[in-house]
Every structure is written in structure tokens, then in C-alpha cells.
């Protein structure tokens, strides 16, 4: 962080997602170099155990990502979710996940759409008050790898027919030799923050600073059949 800090702005918002649901702040730290550090958090549900993922999800599975089906905005219309938010854009890829095996939950359908959060752009102030846009990259989002296997903790979408990740983490690699990987950025983090720079103009930039939950890793090197039993115990 950098030092000569002169004045902090505080500001907080609640936005309507689909598929998540949170409060979103950050502050205006000015400096004396031309950067201008917005620190960011985000409330987003944490798992620290597959008995807490099991327990905040409606459906688990197993089965691969094929392809990424559209990107759409996550930002809603707080009077008509069937339309966009017209000041902010959070964009989600939506994926097509083929389910080889439900195993907890409710499933009919042998593929789903399973929606990640990607990034979200926006207009911040600026510490003399001025505005400006923005786009970063969400500091969970970790792009899924086609046709590997993954077992995958999910809620349900009813108002547009997709899944979503219940809490953080929510994807288990299983590898070739049928040994678990936990894939979150969460887990065992070099820092408790994720840093994006912006430039505004040849005089300015803006570095946009992320907090990241910080997480024990007790899944990674546990075979698939130790992950099936504890989800179904």
C-alpha cells in the first residue's frame, strides 16, 4: 500500500445479481505519485470444508465443461430482472457442463449451464471526485478447463434456467489418476489481496485492490472415492 495517504472516501453499494447476491465498498486512498489505490471488498459465501460445500449447495455433480455458451450481464434491473442493468455490467460466462453423475440433488437433464463470474465494470470516484470507468477481472474467477473432469458444488437459477457456484470454493479438479485438485483462488493465496492497474490518461493510473477470504486447502491429494464418500456422509 502506499504510504502519504491524504484523504479516504468510503462508499458502499447493494446491487441485485442473478446467481449472487452481495454488498460491494470500497475506498479512495489518494496519493502523492498520481495513483489513486481503490480497495474493494465483496460478500460472497465461504466453505472451508466439503461438509460445508455439500451444505450450501442444491445440486452436486461430476462431469466436464465442453464449451462456453454466451457472456451476458449478471446485473440486473432491480424493477425487471428479465432486463440488464443499464449503469453496470458484471459480466458471466455461461458454460455448457455435461453431468456424467448427479451426486446429490435433483437433475433430469444430462447438461446444464453453469454460469462463473468474470468481471465487472463500472464508474468509481476518483479521490477529487472526479469519475471514471473501470473493468477488472473478478479476483475468484479461474477459466474452468474444457473436458476435464470436475466435480462441482451448485445452486440453482430459476429465473434463467443455470447453475451457479454456492459459495467459494466450488470446483474439484480430478485428475488423471483420480486424485482431487481444489481450484479456488482462495486457497493458500501469495496475499490476501488482488491488485489490477488501470491508467486513466498518460498522468494518471489507478490500481484496484481486491481483499481475497483466505482458505485451508484439506481436499487437493484426496482420491475421488475419499471425496464421494465424505459428500455422501
Known sequence: MKSNKKSIVYAVFSVL??????????NLIKSDNKITTIHTTADYPISESIREMVDN?????????KNMDSKWNMARNP???QEPDSNLYVEGHMYNFK??????GKLNNEEIKVNIKYSTERTYKDDDRSEFQAKTIDPLYIEP????????FLNYDENFDNYYGS???????????NIAKLISNTVNPIKSYNEQEIEINDKKKVVISSEVAQIKDNITGKTLEQIINEINN
Do not use: C, H, R, W
Open 145 to 152: 478447463e474444457l473436458n476435464a473432469n470436475y466435480i462441482l
Open 17 to 26: 445479481f442473478i446467481g449472487l447476491v452481495g454488498v460491494f465498498a470500497y
Open 57 to 65: 449447495s442444491d445440486l452436486v455433480v461430476m462431469g466436464q465443461f
Open 79 to 81: 424493477n425487471n430482472i
Open 99 to 104: 453431468v456424467e453423475k448427479t451426486i446429490t
Open 167 to 177: 459459495s467459494e470454493p466450488f470446483l474439484i479438479l480430478i485428475e488423471k489418476n
